[in-house]
Nanobody
Framework: QLQLVESGGGLVQPGGSLRLSCAAS????????VGWFRQAPGKEREGVSC????????YYADSVKGRFTISRDNAKNMVYLQMNNLKPEDTAVYYC??????????????????WGQGTQVTVSS
């Protein structure tokens, strides 16, 4: 079964940084568009950022633009989300997901086929 595993979450003070990692097993992540999503308690899952398989073009939600950076390391079969200047409103469970059907980037959760279990990010003083 294809699997994604997130890591790197934790507790950080406002203004701090974290780097999330997304590792794939049993499939090559290089061929998939990969997105990061987050879900806070009582809220719907929200798309944060995504990166295209073919050329690593990226897209960011307005709420994280300029603070978060998505990247991929094809040799390691990994995707990362560098999160800087974190704010309390960034607190959520963060998920990585992969889809291989579209040539363009999107953050529609229902059209991502493979999901990780999530990693908790808490921004608090």
């Amino acid at each position: 079964q294809l699997q994604l595993v997130e890591s790197g979450g934790g507790l950080v003070q406002p203004g701090g940084s974290l780097r999330l990692s997304c590792a794939a097993s049993k499939f090559t992540l290089n061929y998939y568009n990969v997105g990061w999503f987050r879900q806070a308690p009582g809220k719907e899952r929200e798309g944060v950022s995504c990166i295209r398989s073919s050329d690593s073009i990226t897209y960011y939600a307005d709420s994280v633009k300029g603070r978060f950076t998505i990247s991929r390391d094809n040799a390691k079969n990994m995707v990362y989300l560098q999160m800087n200047n974190l704010k309390p409103e960034d607190t959520a469970v963060y998920y990585c997901a992969a889809e291989g059907r579209y040539s363009y980037l999107h953050l529609r959760p229902k059209e991502y086929d493979f999901w990780g279990q999530g990693t908790q990010v808490t921004v608090s003083s």
